[in-house]
């Protein structure tokens, strides 16, 4: 880089207030990466940022779901990960310590280091948790530029995969490490509760791990209709029945699942997700409910006397290598649930989108080079 560069950056500044600023872009250091941010996906998980529901994170350049390619590297870093200018490549959300006890047996997810008192972004998730006052300030993907250092997880992507389908990289890993948690083994039926973006992940992610029979389970009927190109085989509209467990056992030809992968993220979908399963069968709770949301169970009737095993699985760890997998393949049409992108300036629009669930939105994401609004379906 020869001349200095800036970023734009959208920040959060405060509760309900968006910015848009501009950073200066250090050169980086011997082992850091610079990644140019080619898509960012909005999660539901940046809304909830923004209404101040998680932490207090501001003043924040958020986004966690980016894709780009290297604008720039040290030369420890092109050594160490075997990368130089213009390889396309995602980064992990989790920046993980690499020496607590979680990080080295694997559950970098779960990464105990928080060193924030220290100006350490270590153990913090990009776009959610490192605050834009942490030097460089480049820990977000709304953003044109952002800042990978030593620790940081960089995955190479294909170079000939389209940045609309790669963008889907994160939840896809989301979705995948999901469906290695319920330890889903070939031929086994699995039922998926909450048909977003990351449910109809989750359905082609079971698909691909061998599933026998794959029902879709939830209560918009417009997703419920893309179920079956990612991988199901039937769905279960839960407001259009009075016996869910009657309507579950049907759809998989009078048995229940072996294995049940919440991603609804309400306590209803959960509480479903244990009683649907077959006795003795495996839940995975993948769905953020948001701050302090209880969920009640019948000790007896729900968990004892049917003995399920109920995992949580949280962010991605392990799930990014599967997911560029099944995105090379092209098995599934991954590329359309991206129906509309945005600019950097036009922030408040795709959220407003993203609320009022409105044109059919399924994915939004960001384009950081443009500053018009292109529609797509
Ligand atoms: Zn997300
Ligand atoms: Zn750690």
Redesign the pocket.
């Known amino acids: 880089m020869s001349s200095p560069l800036v970023s734009r950056q959208v920040v959060f500044a405060d509760r309900d207030v968006i910015e848009l600023a501009q950073a200066s872009v250090p050169e980086p250091g011997r082992d850091d990466v610079l990644v140019r941010v080619a898509l960012v996906?909005i999660?539901?998980?940046?809304l909830h940022l923004l209404a101040g529901h998680i932490g207090d994170p501001f003043p924040l350049v958020p986004g966690?779901?980016f894709v780009g390619e290297v604008a720039a590297i040290g030369e420890n870093a092109a050594a160490v990960r075997g990368l130089s200018v213009g390889d396309h490549v995602a980064v992990e959300?989790l920046l993980p310590c690499r020496s607590c006890a979680r990080c080295r047996e694997g559950r970098y997810n779960l990464c105990e280091r928080d060193d924030m008192a220290a100006g350490l972004p270590f153990g913090r998730q990009y776009g959610v948790n490192i605050p834009r006052t942490v030097s460089p300030g480049l820990w977000g993907g709304y953003a044109e530029y952002l800042h990978a250092p030593a620790d940081a997880i960089v995955h190479r992507l294909p170079a000939d995969l389209p940045w609309e389908r790669a963008v889907l990289v994160?939840?896809l890993a989301?979705a995948s490490r999901a469906v290695a948690r319920g330890r889903v083994r070939p031929g086994e039926n699995v039922a998926v509760i909450g048909p977003g973006p990351?449910g109809l992940l989750i359905a082609a992610a079971a698909r691909a791990a061998g599933a026998g029979r794959v029902v879709m389970i939830g209560t918009r009927a417009q997703r419920l209709g893309l179920a079956g190109r990612f991988g199901a085989d039937a769905v279960v509209n839960s407001r259009e029945t009075d016996d869910l467990a009657g309507a579950v056992r049907e759809a998989f030809g009078d048995t229940l699942p072996d294995v049940v992968i919440e991603i609804a993220g309400v306590a209803a979908a959960q509480q479903d997700a244990v009683r649907l399963v077959r006795r003795g069968g495996r839940v995975v709770l993948a769905g953020a409910c948001g701050a302090a949301v209880p969920v009640t169970f019948h000790a007896d009737e729900d968990l004892l006397t049917r003995e399920p095993d109920i995992v949580p699985s949280f962010l991605s760890a392990g799930g990014f290598e599967p997911a560029i997998a099944l995105l090379s393949r092209g098995e599934f049409p991954f590329e359309t649930l991206v129906t509309h992108r945005f600019g950097l300036d036009e922030v408040a629009d795709a959220f407003a989108l993203i609320r009022d669930r409105s044109d059919g939105v399924i994915k939004a994401v960001l384009d950081p080079r443009t500053t018009q609004k292109e529609t797509r379906r």
Not at 43 to 46: E, L, Q, V
């Open positions: 996906g999660c539901a998980t940046d966690h779901e959300m994160e939840p989301v990351v």
